[in-house]
T-cell receptor, first 114, second 111 residues
Framework: EADIYQTPRYLVIGTGKKITLECSQT?????MYWYQQDPGMELHLIHY???????EKGDLSSESTVSRIRTEHFPLTLESARPSHTSQYLC?????????????FGNGTRLTVT | TQLLEQSPQFLSIQEGENLTVYCNSS?????LQWYRQEPGEGPVLLVT?????EVKKLKRLTFQFGDARKDSSLHITAAQPGDTGLYLC???????????FGRGTSLIVHP
């Protein structure tokens, strides 16, 4: 039973198009994250948020932007898609906890830019 | 520089064999998590270890957190094809509130 939802599941789009990947969670978690992952490879943090109106860039340089207007919603936008953006994008959330709360992941959006 | 080093990176074994995956760091972590990820899906939490020296068991999986809270291991006894997947360790180093992930161990268990 998923408590964090990502849409679309798959997306094939042409170069130059603007796209928004949606992520919503119903757990009331303050912290949310976007990771980029090539198949079977490591996760790269591209954006994170501590709560409403908080957004930060992660370790991996990205041409995407995010917003956090509501606790449950953390969309990621690519203004102009390029083939180099082809990857899997994973959204995750966690509680704000000093001892390190585990992350709950969505099932990802597999993006292909042609 | 990877904060969490996982080894081995790839592992291909026969059903029934035992294996151990390692997750090492020079930094101290408040806790470490282990996740398993199957193709086309997001990682799923297996366990969180919090106390130095802690050992947790999940059926055939045994997780250990090092005494100094800098390393962890995952041991699988009598591996089965259903154990196939990418195993990731992750945690927040002391002083950071951003989780960091290891590169993962890709495990294939052949019937």
């Amino acid at each position: 039973e998923a408590d964090i939802y990502q849409t679309p599941r798959y997306l094939v789009i042409g170069t130059g198009k603007k796209i928004t990947l949606e992520c919503s969670q119903t757990m009331g978690h303050d912290k949310m994250y976007w990771y980029q992952q090539d198949p079977g490879m490591e996760l790269h943090l591209i954006h994170y948020s501590y709560g409403v109106n908080s957004t930060e860039k992660g370790d991996l340089s990205s041409e995407s932007t995010v917003s956090r207007i509501r606790t449950e919603h953390f969309p990621l936008t690519l203004e102009s898609a390029r083939p180099s953006h082809t990857s899997q994008y994973l959204c995750a959330s966690s509680k704000r906890d000093r001892r390190g709360s585990p992350l709950h992941f969505g099932n990802g959006t597999r993006l292909t830019v042609t | 520089t990877q904060l969490l080093e996982q080894s081995p990176q790839f592992l291909s074994i026969q059903e029934g064999e035992n294996l151990t995956v390692y997750c090492n760091s020079s930094s101290v972590f408040s806790s470490l998590q282990w996740y398993r990820q199957e193709p086309g899906e997001g990682p799923v939490l297996l366990v969180t270890v919090v106390t130095g020296g802690e050992v947790k068991k999940l059926k055939r999986l045994t997780f250990q957190f090092g005494d100094a809270r800098k390393d962890s291991s995952l041991h699988i006894t009598a591996a089965q094809p259903g154990d196939t997947g990418l195993y990731l360790c992750a945690g927040e180093p002391i002083g950071s509130y951003i989780p960091t992930f290891g590169r993962g161990t890709s495990l294939i268990v052949h019937p």
